[in-house]
């Protein structure tokens, strides 16, 4: 589903009069009365808008690091938690057993390292005095030392596997605990449960961080890219828009009764982030802390109090000015959550501050877009110009006009076949006259 918007700085379509004009070999049929249009500027933002469902972005499966019978869970489904909170343990008599025991074989590594190393020297070199005082030496065979010389290295392989083991042993914990602040949404396990290594205790979930997958048409998917901006609102809290970006792009497709679309999947920007004014991941900086580009109020709401609007920003019809301190903008029951019903917009082109006519005007002759001018005697003047990105209620116009300018609007008319329509189950947007 392909839904196109359009966000105007000024109206357009300020200007209306009705006029009697035969459009001639211009039109397959006779215009009975048209409208005429004031040439504006504004702002046109072209999207591919889909709906999915939330899901949270960021869960960790916590695992046990070894082997043993759980002693206590220390958390319930749905609980919050804090970083470091002990979720859940083991009984760590087993535990301390097992080090003891780890200990002691590094020890015995130890002593057999050291007794191969002096049998070594030993059976390199033996020297005995006599009574009289004469040195005599006695050699062992080469073969035997070559035999010693390998036993000394058994003994400290074994030394160095004893010792990681230990290590290893010691660097594990008894306990799990949270590696970030978020809730429980899993509990695997209970006291009294014997459990191997590896076996996953709790899951927990970040709640700040959500996304959202959509479909795409093989028709659009060319213009979303990872990165790309975007829009998030939830069918539940009309009017609250909250930014978001692309961060996946299936490779494959998925294909339903011949129909291809490909998955794409956005990330939601954080509310932490969206009311102090900053990305989640960049430290806040000094100035003004007003929401990032694309968040909405709600209809009849006022920003909270030490807000500084963007420029260019708003306030809703019957709202003073949102520098002014006034109560609380959102409502006190916005929350994210998991599985919520949204409308994703992935934008894929924006324009500000450029001439817009409205699309009917337009119609194409060989490759060339055309408008019929109104002059200030009322006269029509066909006129060749060149447009940029449409919506299919007003396109850009990049050559040919003036702000100001008045151009006819065709209306009722039956469409023939040198006027531009909006083509069916293409892309979201096309240029014109180029």
């Not at 694309?294 to 420029?311: K, N, Q, R, S, V």
Request: charged share 15%; net charge negative; glycine share 8%.
């Amino acid at each position: 589903m392909k839904v196109l918007k359009i966000i105007l700085i000024t109206l357009v379509l300020c200007s209306v009069s009705v006029l009697s004009i035969s459009c001639g070999s211009e039109s397959s049929s006779t215009v009975a009365q048209n409208q005429v249009a004031t040439v504006k500027r504004g702002n046109i933002t072209v999207d591919i808008t889909a709906s999915g469902n939330l899901a949270l972005s960021v869960t960790e499966d916590l695992a046990f690091e070894m082997a043993g019978t759980v002693a206590e869970v220390l958390a319930e489904e749905g609980e919050s938690v804090t970083k470091g909170q002990v979720l859940a343990k083991l009984d760590t008599s087993e535990w301390e057993t097992n080090l003891a025991s780890l200990k002691s074989r590094v020890l015995q590594a130890e002593i057999s390292l050291d007794n191969a190393e002096l049998a070594l020297e030993q059976a390199e070199g033996t020297t005995t005095t006599t009574v009289t005082g004469d040195i005599n030496s006695t050699t062992t065979d080469p073969r035997q030392i070559e035999i010693m010389k390998l036993q000394v290295e058994v003994a400290k392989a074994n030394l160095a596997d004893a010792q990681k083991t230990l290590d290893d042993a010691l660097s594990a914990s008894p306990e799990i605990t949270a590696p970030f602040a978020g809730f429980i949404t899993k509990v695997n396990v209970k006291g009294g449960d014997e459990v191997m290594k590896g076996t996953v205790a709790v899951q927990l979930a970040d709640p700040d961080r959500f996304e959202a997958e959509i479909l795409v048409s093989e028709m659009d998917i060319y213009q979303v890219a990872v990165g790309g901006a975007a829009t998030v609102e939830a069918d539940a809290f009309p009017g609250v828009t909250i930014p978001a970006k692309v961060t996946h792009i299936s490779p494959t497709a998925t294909v339903q009764s011949g129909v291809v679309n490909y998955s794409v999947t956005v990330e939601v920007q954080s509310l932490e982030a969206i009311m102090s004014g900053r990305s989640p991941r960049q430290p806040a900086t000094s100035g003004s802390q007003g929401p990032p580009e694309g968040f909405t109020l709600p209809e009849g709401a006022t920003p909270p109090e030490g807000f500084t609007p963007p420029e260019g920003f708003t306030p809703p019809a019957g709202q003073g000015s949102p520098s002014t301190g006034q109560a609380a903008a959102i409502p006190e029951n916005f929350q994210l959550r998991q599985g919520l019903t949204v409308t994703v917009s992935l934008i894929v082109q924006q324009v500000t501050d450029v001439l817009l006519v409205p699309y009917a005007a337009i119609t194409t002759e060989g490759g060339q877009s055309y408008v019929q001018v109104v002059s200030s005697t009322g006269a029509t003047e066909k006129r060749a110009i060149k447009t940029g990105i449409t919506d299919y209620v007003n396109t850009e116009v990049t050559e040919g006009l003036s702000e100001g300018e008045q151009v006819v609007v065709p209306q009722g008319t039956a469409t023939s076949s040198t006027s531009q329509q909006r083509p069916q189950g293409g892309t979201s947007f096309e240029f014109f006259g180029h």
